[in-house]
């Protein structure tokens, strides 16, 4: 589905696409870098039909790929912008993936109103260093030389991860410094209230990073500031893309979580 600006000065509004219109609460899906709310198409249908699910493509991304430059706060903002038109009462649970899981996060420290609760998995921070201006050069040139491998041999070395072929017009070097080396670097969030499951794979992986568990560590340390509930797991056989890789296993973390119930097994805490 996509939607209009409502006026020529206003930002357009993110394309989206909603599944079960008539779900009791919304869950909001925010997918990574460089690829797009189709990230999700393998957790969706693993999701009780009990939630209203909104997924956009963020700022330069997918069919939201002319909203440029892509910057954290414009994509929370329009994120939160999504919410307050489409979702149930005007407040989501929000699920965040990698670069996703910076915007969730943001989303639940400056709209704290819109968040009913959080579950970020791969949240990483990157400070800036003598290589940060060639690190745009290497993601473009890596995301053409994984789009060469078969298909088959990156299930293998990832554990069954479905990883699809980066879409080369979305994967500009544009794209890929405004993502790697913003004009103003992301930084720690402050504290937020809602309570926030974060997860941190247990598995490295050369496609397409490893999880740090000491940022989720001091995530959760920020958290749990306004919410003594947030935590932080890993999850030993898991690998960054893992709502790729186990999709099932993905959308029943989340639903245990927004439901208060124990998560499924395998998880350890940090």
Request: aromatic share 8%; glycine share 6%; hydrophobic share 40%.
């Amino acid at each position: 589905m996509a939607l209009s600006p409502g006026n020529e000065d206003a930002p357009p509004d993110l394309w989206f696409t909603t599944f079960n219109p008539a779900g009791s609460s919304t869950v909001v899906l925010i997918h990574g870098a460089l690829v797009s709310g189709l990230y999700w198409d393998l957790v969706c249908p693993h999701l009780p039909s009990s939630y209203h699910l909104l997924v956009p493509d963020l700022p330069g991304h997918g069919r939201s790929r002319a909203i440029t430059p892509f910057t954290v706060d414009v994509s929370t903002r329009l994120i939160a912008k999504l919410i307050r038109a489409h979702a149930v009462n005007g407040v989501a649970h929000i699920i965040g993936h990698s670069l996703g899981a910076q915007i969730a996060i943001r989303l639940a420290a400056t709209e704290p109103s819109l968040v009913s609760s959080v579950f970020v998995s791969g949240f990483e921070m990157f400070p800036r260093t003598a290589l940060t201006p060639y690190i745009p050069y290497a993601a473009w040139t890596v995301s053409r030389l994984e789009n060469c491998i078969p298909r088959s041999w990156v299930r293998w070395a990832m554990d069954g991860a479905d990883l699809p072929r980066t879409d080369p017009e979305t994967c500009t070097l544009d794209l890929c410094r405004q993502l790697v080396s913003p004009e103003s670097p992301t930084q720690w969030p402050a504290p937020w209230p809602a309570r926030t499951l974060i997860v941190a794979a247990g598995k490295g992986g050369f496609i397409p990073t490893s999880d740090h568990p000491h940022d989720a560590l001091r995530l959760m340390q920020i958290g749990r500031e306004l919410n003594p509930e947030t935590i932080a797991y890993t999850h030993p056989q898991m690998r960054h893309p893992w709502n790729r890789q186990a999709p099932q296993l993905f959308a029943e973390t989340a639903e245990a979580w927004f439901e208060g119930r124990e998560l499924p097994e395998g998880f350890v805490k940090l």
